[in-house]
């Protein structure tokens, strides 16, 4: 059971990226998933998150409309789209996946399924 993010890359201020998780070993329908992410020298941060039906959505306070989060069930998969990125948007970017929407949102050292991380690299 594995989460496989892709997408990053290095990118100009104010450029856009488009994130992907795809989860295998088993089906993620039903978990909820979302995104974190850590810069160098900083303390990992909660980006957003989405529950299994797509219906609830929540963002760190930092995104301030410029990202999306949204998920296909089939495929499963979660992608976070970043717009008018900033230099303060470089970090290492995680997918995560949970059983429980609350535990992304609010416990997330007690989620269950990390991700490697991919890299994205804003510059000014």
């Known amino acids: 059971v594995q989460l496989q993010a892709s997408g990053g890359g290095l990118v100009q201020a104010g450029a856009s990226l488009r994130l992907s998780c795809a989860g295998s070993?088993?089906?993620?329908?039903?978990?909820?998933m979302g995104w974190f992410r850590q810069a160098p020298g900083k303390e990992r941060e909660f980006v957003a998150a989405?529950?299994?039906?797509?219906?609830?959505?929540k963002y760190g306070d930092f995104v301030k409309g410029r990202f999306t989060i949204s998920r296909d069930n089939a495929k499963s998969t979660v992608d976070l789209q970043m717009n008018s990125l900033n230099v303060e948007d470089t970090a290492v970017y995680y997918c995560?996946?949970?059983?429980?929407?609350?535990?992304?949102?609010?416990?997330?050292?007690?989620?269950?399924?990390w991700g490697q991380g991919t890299l994205v690299t804003v510059s000014s």
């Open positions: 995560v996946a949970d059983d429980h929407y609350n535990t992304i949102t609010h416990r997330p050292n007690r989620i269950s399924l």
């Open positions: 989405i529950n299994w039906t797509g219906g609830l959505k």
């Open positions: 070993g088993r089906t993620f329908s039903r978990s909820s």
